[in-house]
């Protein structure tokens, strides 16, 4: 604030001292927990020489209740107080916002060739396989010395980078290098929490202190992302190959802020968030989010705020859908300036046969490289047929021994994690297991590395098995595994588990954005535990093969780091532009791409404006590009006051007087709300949208509307002619909907597009008309 009257200084004093008295006199017997505060940096008097001095003598009575101070992306604090000590800071003056450290959860080849990097020409030859652009990675860490975070014939890290290799247990300075450039890890809120270990903090049995990754997950999302060519590459024989990131020369900075069964903290997070973009890196890859299925508002949301000051200062930052899916309104990171990603499949598989005694076979998917069966048939039985729901389920010592030995046991998915029922099973004295979808998983079908013989099926198929068991006196099965399969159609199609829209927070912004491959992905491992991620699964694997969105966003991830290298002066905002509008909506059968887990065509609240093709967004032709001021704007669209958005920009903001629209910010897709009209006359909405061409100069586009039944929608100008002098033009949509012929779907909406076109370029936008009873 620079100069403060002495009065004003000497009363501000004042009030810090009685706050400190209120603070002291808080019973040590309370139970602490972790709160992160905002603070208005601008208000820091100026007898205090750091912010450190101001919130470590004016907020906190005791220093060493500190975690984290932040001050690139947010600035202010975290600390562990009681809620009384807590609620006295939040008195201070200058403290915007505090809120409670959340648990967060991880949202968990040949999939660069499936986004089109097929040859060397293109985006990877281009951009120089992104080899000048760091990719942040926010996780479980990493195993340093595998094949894909090799630094061979690598050139100098780039110059601007200011990070560390943080050492620690089992990970030494030599661990990072020309390709793992800087690794990090961040502990304080977990330990504060409690951690899980005997009186909390690190539990060392189970987990480095240290940037080493004890998961597995950490070093598969940095590989997808960014791993180096590894040559003979497979998951015990299962997807042979070479396997190789989305940007093989891509930096890597890893930032270890999850915790191998405790989850990840938001205060470490955003200190994750705050460090990695003083560090100086490009993208950042965050394939977490909520646990418990509920988005907070933005001035709420530690990684909607950490998001903002990265993106505001340049960071692309790529996150997960979640794993919430097929439910509608279950996609999670909302924020418009994140990039969030959602699931497809790819066209490769692992398909496993269920043989029933009756000769019927049946169609599932597996990852088991054990003693396979041989044809052999065993009797087959259903727990579940009892009525006890751990017994169906297949829970820790739920099933009798005399009812399953010897036999192939049906275990119907949910509660516990797939490979764990199989270690039920087995430990009960079956031979084999065949796990079975439930109606809300549908025909949606991930592999596993099963330690018996097993196979996922869908719940029709566990529907007829379990009906062939209960009509058969002697009931029999055997299961055929058959290893990898290419060329699988239809394909991409939309993953079961992948988050859905619509937006739940704002829904006037489309989510998710895009989908990206996120089933049965193949990359690195950790060496600390075995592919099933389970205590007694001593198997020892370079690669593995996951699925989830936790695998979607690196792949985006990468793409974002060979946008860069290959356009750098493209803002965060222009290079989602560009993925979005050159996604593809159909699949390798050139139909529209359907829905894993219905089998029907899939909609815009699937998949955002359609599925990764980086072989086209290299060249978008145009972009839509939003600066800091559009996302204040928005805010303000929102109904979010100047403080409150302040707790996200941390810098003050104005609204103006006349409330934008949210609709117009200038994002590269379209959602249209109309309220419920009772006079049955139609609506009409317009909305203000701005390309910026970045493809040839002198460039003329015609624009192309597809318009669902019921709706019209009119571009002007029709028309857009760019010239060496006018790079950015703008033009209104109209939207008008006539209830009488509007047939909405099951969400509620129509989809149509519109596509910008010079012969070359399609520039496409995803348009979702949606109708909602008015308040």
Same mark, same amino acid.
């Given at each position: ?353 269920? /043989? ?199 792949? /985006? ?103 934008? /629209? ?72 109209? /939207? ?40």
């Amino acid at each position: 604030m620079g100069f403060l009257h002495p009065i004003s200084l000497l009363l501000s004093l004042s009030s810090s001292f009685l706050l400190l008295a209120t603070l002291s006199v808080s019973s040590d017997q309370t139970p602490k927990k972790t709160y992160i505060f905002r603070v208005d940096r601008f208000a820091k008097p100026s007898i205090f020489p750091t912010h450190y001095h101001w919130y470590t003598t004016e907020f906190l009575a005791d220093p060493s209740v500190l975690l984290h101070q932040y001050d690139t992306v947010f600035h202010g604090f975290s600390a562990s107080l009681t809620p009384f000590q807590a609620s006295a800071a939040l008195r201070h003056p200058s403290v915007l916002a505090a809120f409670d450290d959340r648990l967060r959860t991880l949202h968990t080849t040949r999939s660069p060739q499936f986004l089109g990097l097929r040859n060397q020409r293109g985006l990877w030859s281009e951009s120089d396989y992104g080899s000048d652009v760091i990719v942040g990675v926010f996780d479980t860490g990493i195993w340093p010395e595998r094949r894909s975070f090799s630094d061979l014939n690598l050139g100098p890290v780039p110059a601007r980078w200011k990070g560390v290799c943080q050492t620690g247990v089992k990970f030494t300075a030599s661990n990072c290098n020309k390709k793992i450039v800087g690794a990090r890890f961040f502990s304080k809120g977990h330990d504060a929490a409690g951690g899980f270990g005997a009186g909390g903090g690190i539990n060392e049995t189970v987990e480095f202190l240290s940037p080493r990754d004890a998961d597995g997950h950490g070093t598969h999302t940095a590989s997808t992302a960014a791993g180096r060519y590894s040559f003979q590459a497979s998951m015990s024989g299962y997807a042979p190959g070479i396997a190789k990131g989305v940007a093989p020369k891509a930096r890597l900075a890893v930032y270890k802020v999850c915790w191998k069964n405790s989850g990840c903290f938001d205060s470490d997070i955003l200190a994750a968030f705050d460090t990695a973009v003083k560090d100086g890196v490009n993208v950042i890859s965050i394939s977490i989010g909520g646990g418990d299925g509920i988005s907070s508002p933005y001035y709420l949301d530690p990684i909607a705020i950490g998001a903002y000051g990265a993106v505001s200062r340049g960071v692309f930052v790529s996150s997960s859908a979640g794993n919430d899916g097929p439910n509608g309104m279950s996609v999670t990171n909302l924020a418009p300036w994140l990039t969030t990603v959602g699931a497809g499949t790819i066209d490769r598989n692992f398909p496993a046969d269920v /043989v029933l005694g009756n000769g019927r076979k049946l169609s599932g998917v597996s990852l088991y490289a054990g003693e396979p069966l041989r044809g052999k048939m065993y009797p087959i039985v259903y727990p579940g047929k009892t009525g006890v729901l751990s017994a169906s389920l297949c829970m820790e010592n739920s099933l009798d021994p005399n009812t399953v030995k010897g036999k192939i046991v049906i275990c119907d998915r949910g509660s516990n994690p797939r490979v764990a029922k199989g270690m039920v099973v087995k430990k009960a004295g079956g031979v084999g297991m065949i796990l079975a979808n439930g109606e809300s998983n549908g025909e949606g079908l991930v592999g596993d590395a099963h330690l018996i013989p097993a196979c996922a099926v869908g719940s029709d198929e566990g529907d007829l098995i379990k009906s062939y068991v209960s009509s058969s006196a002697v009931a029999t099965a055997t299961i055929n595994f058959k290893g990898t399969v290419i060329g699988i159609k239809p394909a991409p199609v939309v993953a079961s588990f992948s988050g859905r829209g619509p937006n739940g927070l704002n829904p006037e912004i489309l989510k998710p954005d895009l989908i990206a491959p996120g089933v049965n992905i193949l990359a690195a491992w950790t060496d600390a535990v075995g592919p099933t991620g389970l205590d007694s699964d001593t198997r020892k694997a370079e690669f593995n093969i996951l699925s989830g969105t936790s695998m979607s966003a690196p792949h /985006v991830s990468g793409a974002a780091a060979l946008l860069k290298s290959s356009h750098p002066d493209w803002s965060p905002a222009a290079i989602k532009s560009a993925m979005m509008t050159t996604a593809s909506v159909t699949d390798n059968r050139f139909s529209l791409m359907s829905d894993e887990a219905t089998g029907k065509a899939s909609t815009p609240y699937d998949y955002g404006s359609g599925h990764l093709n980086l072989g086209l967004a290299m060249d978008p032709g145009l972009v839509y590009d939003v600066m800091n001021d559009d996302y204040v704007s928005f805010l303000c669209s929102i109904g979010y006051g100047p403080k409150t958005i302040q707790v996200i920009t941390g810098t003050p903001v104005n609204c103006a007087m006349k409330r934008p /629209v949210p609709e117009n910010l200038n994002y590269p897709s379209i959602a249209a709300l109309f309220s419920t009209s009772t006079s049955g006359k139609p609506s009409s909405k317009t909305f203000i949208r701005t390309a910026t061409n970045v493809g040839p100069l002198n460039s003329v586009y015609t624009v192309r509307v597809e318009s669902p039944k019921g709706v019209t929608v009119t571009v002007k100008p029709p028309k857009l002619v760019f010239s060496e002098k006018v790079r950015k033009l703008m033009y209104a949509v109209t /939207v008008t909907v006539d209830t009488k012929n509007l047939v909405l779907d099951d969400s509620g909406a129509v989809y149509g597009s519109l596509s910008w076109l010079d012969g070359k370029h399609v520039v496409r936008s995803p348009i979702v008309v949606t109708q909602i009873s008015p308040l």
